[in-house]
């Protein structure tokens, strides 16, 4: 069995200026499919894990020490989720998100800008998350391929900042793309059904 590249749920030119259909070429075509590729080239190598569950390869490989097998396919997991939190029409939090959102943060616009706080301050390559901690809503941000998965939380909503995520449309401006995303791009309706526990599974494979 070798992993697959996930298709994107939208088509690449659906999120106008907020992230064009170049990024998407060059993230999803180019750098997620290396991530696929390099992934079924380490499993090919070390049948031990072969025909695992994508969740489970990164879980073994990171109790291993394997970093490279980790790396690629933590990347894999990483980007097959954040497609999901991507939304071309604009959404807000609603119904029980909404009222843990307001829990624990105070506000939608409090819990926004205290994600795009993480995000922009997150030193060098990485990705800011929501996730849920114990039943509680809690931000925060992994370096470089590091991931839930990895942890003992669940996954509920992430943002790619590695500078590949945004130098096509942004530059270096990592805060203006974080602050896009945050107020035009985010599929909350995905991040509330991530409520229960099962985002792993949504980019498994
Ligand atoms: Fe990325």
């Known amino acids: 069995m070798s992993y697959i590249l996930p298709d994107l749920p939208y088509a690449r030119d659906a999120f106008g200026d907020i992230l064009s259909a170049e990024t998407f070429e060059y993230h999803h075509g180019k750098h997620h499919q290396t991530y696929v590729t390099k992934t079924n080239e380490l499993i090919d190598a070390d049948a031990s ?3 695992a569950a994508l969740s489970e390869v990164i879980r073994v490989a990171h109790e291993g020490g394997q970093t490279s097998l980790f790396n690629n396919a933590a990347q894999l997991w990483n980007h097959s989720f954040y ?14 998100l909404k009222d843990m959102i307001d829990q624990s ?3 939608f616009d409090a819990m926004k800008t205290a994600l795009h706080k993480e995000a922009v301050d997150h030193f060098a390559s990485g990705w800011a998350w929501l996730v849920l901690d114990k039943g509680s809503l809690k931000i925060l941000s992994l370096h470089d391929a590091d991931t839930p998965v990895a942890h003992a939380v669940q996954p509920l ?3 790619d900042v590695w500078e590949h995520a945004h130098y096509i449309d942004y530059h270096n401006a990592r805060p203006d793309y974080v602050r896009n995303l945050l107020d035009r791009a985010i599929n909350w309706e995905f991040v509330a059904q991530n409520l229960d526990g099962k985002g792993v599974g949504r980019a498994d494979q």
């Open 105 to 107: 943060f105070g506000s």
């Open 157 to 159: 909503l992430t943002i």
């Open 49 to 51: 894990l072969s025909g």
């Open 83 to 96: 497609w999901q939190c991507l939304s071309p029409d604009v959404q807000q939090p609603s119904g029980t």
